[in-house]
């Protein structure tokens, strides 16, 4: 019974966070929609020029335009879900050294989820409806398929969120890493659009481990083509090992964390 | 105007310069951080495009080989690699705060002081890149196939390429007068040198029709055409690019003084 209350407050956290910082947002609504419609734009054009890139090479490897779309679909959404509601984790490293961890550990809330869904960065979610259109033109809109894509979506973003919370945690052992927090989560992003069959050797050992990639998005796309329990247990297991591993090396490092002594109005 | 005035002219501007190149490299690790993303990077392109290659079925795509092929988008990396605080953000920065008003009324050009300021902080973050991906690019896919008077000639266009990013950037930025955030559109500038200036998928890869349309676009004036002119050492294609460049620099400086004219009288209206 404690459990489920305790479970109700923490959802109802976020969706008060989330609700106040979407409507901070909307404030501005031109700036809003004008930041969404040009992330989506930019998303499609990307999709066209790999489009382009798949008629000159059908196949790489075995890999082919449907994969990248398929890839991208998931990738993307879970990427984009993560960029809009979790901003502080991609910037932990920052938030750390600049002492900015004050105000939640201040706060009556559960401190992880507070300083993930403290701060919203509406304009990414351009890449959310880029991915969900993708999904739509790829046909295959039956109930199980849906909720089976918002599934991989989130297991996507909760590897993703772990790896962002992983390196940023990493901050309270060693000090100064923002550049290497930014450089990873800059990799993620960047390396994302390759098709994985095309590397070898320690490239590939190297997305299976530190650069997860493989994880974020080739294991979700592919079981969004061709449904595997087995897959969809790995990708279950490997997620919810990654979350709890950084969630572990989070509360270990904060108790090291040292205030910044910065002065912030918050309104 | 006489020597004596150009000479102070050159030394104030000259200063500008050496403050954002010292500034730069005050954090000298901070720059050195970045090595290893380049060294990735040609890494995953000698793998990716050798499979690219292999399926393609010769030795040569577009006239390329994989070794120029790597080194043709490497180089592109290399040479349109967004610097932070960019210039559209510095701008937009010294608009929110108000320091806007106080700067342009300081004793030199406001355009010419950031358009300074902009390669001081250009240059030694795009030499560490360039040497970091050239080493990686020599122990992977072997020497540069790269003449050194043509490599000389391309750094003209580099020049060239880099003042059009700085004008459209500062444009953007200048848009934060009239618009809530213009950020976005720098945003959106940024991604289109991403996606359409060859960062990802050589332009030479594309239907003839739309490499012509993405070639005379500014976003492959940063990087790709530098890249592709370096690579091919064919001077009648240095001479279009240049040409193109000289035309967009010129449309651009037009644009960014325009607003700039205009963008004053809105700051001596509101009080900055």
């Known amino acids: ?267 | 105007m006489t020597w004596s005035v150009i000479c102070k002219k050159a030394c104030k501007y000259g200063a500008i310069f050496a403050t954002g190149y010292q500034s730069r490299t005050a954090y000298i690790a901070d720059l050195l951080s970045r090595m290893p993303l380049i060294m990735l990077r040609v890494w995953i392109s000698t793998q990716f495009y050798g499979v690219a290659l292999s399926v393609w079925g010769g030795a040569r795509f577009g006239g390329y080989t994989l070794q120029t092929l790597v080194y043709l988008i490497i180089f592109v990396q290399v040479f349109s690699w967004q610097n932070h605080p960019r210039i559209a953000e510095v701008i937009t920065e010294e608009i929110q705060t108000g320091s806007f008003a106080y700067t342009i009324n300081r004793p030199y050009s406001y355009i010419f002081f950031h358009y300074c300021s902009y390669f001081g902080q250009q240059i030694p973050a795009m030499v560490l890149r360039f040497l970091s991906a050239l080493a990686a690019l020599i122990f992977l896919v072997g020497a540069p196939p790269i003449a050194p008077g043509t490599f000389c000639a391309g750094l003209i266009l580099l020049f060239l390429g880099l003042s059009l990013d700085f004008f459209i950037s500062f444009s953007l930025g200048m848009l934060s007068l009239w618009l809530e955030n213009a950020l976005a559109f720098d945003t959106l500038y940024q991604r289109m040198l991403l996606f359409f200036g060859g960062h990802y998928i050589p332009l030479d890869a594309m239907p003839y029709h739309i490499r012509i349309v993405l070639e005379c676009l500014p976003f492959a004036q940063r990087g790709y055409s530098i890249s592709r002119f370096m690579m091919n050492g064919s001077f009648s294609y240095f001479f279009i690019t240049m040409a193109i460049q000289i035309t967009w620099i010129c449309i651009m400086i037009f644009v960014a003084h325009t607003l700039f004219k205009k963008g004053q009288k809105n700051v001596s209206c509101s009080g900055g």
């Not at chain 1, 054009?45 to 382009?52: A, D, N, Q, S, V």
């Not at chain 1, 910044?260 to 109005?265: F, Q, T």
């Open chain 1, 1 to 267: 019974m404690f459990h489920v209350l305790a479970a109700k407050k923490r959802i109802l956290l976020i969706k008060d966070l989330i609700s106040a910082n979407i409507r901070s947002a909307m404030e501005y609504r031109t700036n809003f929609f004008t930041e969404i419609s040009v992330v989506f734009i930019v998303d499609m054009g990307l999709l066209w020029l790999w489009f382009i890139f798949f008629k000159e090479f059908p196949s790489l490897k075995g890999w082919i335009f449907l994969d990248t779309a398929n890839l991208l679909a998931v990738s993307w959404a879970g990427f984009a879900l993560v960029d809009t509601f979790a901003v502080n984790i991609a910037r932990l490293s920052n938030l750390i050294i600049e002492g900015g961890l004050d105000y939640y550990l201040l706060s009556p809330q559960p401190l992880l989820l507070h300083v993930t869904f403290g701060k919203t960065l509406i304009k990414e979610i351009g890449s959310f409806f880029s991915a969900a259109t993708i999904f739509i033109i790829l046909g295959n809109i039956t109930f199980s398929h849906v909720c089976l894509y918002i599934l991989l979506i989130l297991l996507s973003a909760l590897t993703y969120y772990s790896c962002l919370l992983l390196v940023g945690a990493l901050t309270l052992f060693i000090g100064h890493i923002e550049r290497v927090g930014n450089i990873y989560e800059f990799m993620l992003l960047n390396l994302i659009f390759y098709p994985q069959t095309v590397f070898s050797g320690g490239l590939k050992v190297l997305m299976y481990t530190v650069l997860p990639i493989f994880f974020i998005g080739t294991v979700p796309s592919q079981i969004l083509q061709s449904f595997s329990w087995y897959y969809l247990g790995i990708l279950i297991g490997f997620s919810f090992t990654l979350l709890f591993i950084a969630r572990f090396v989070f509360y270990r490092g904060i108790r090291r964390y040292e205030s910044g002594n910065l002065l912030a109005v918050r309104l």
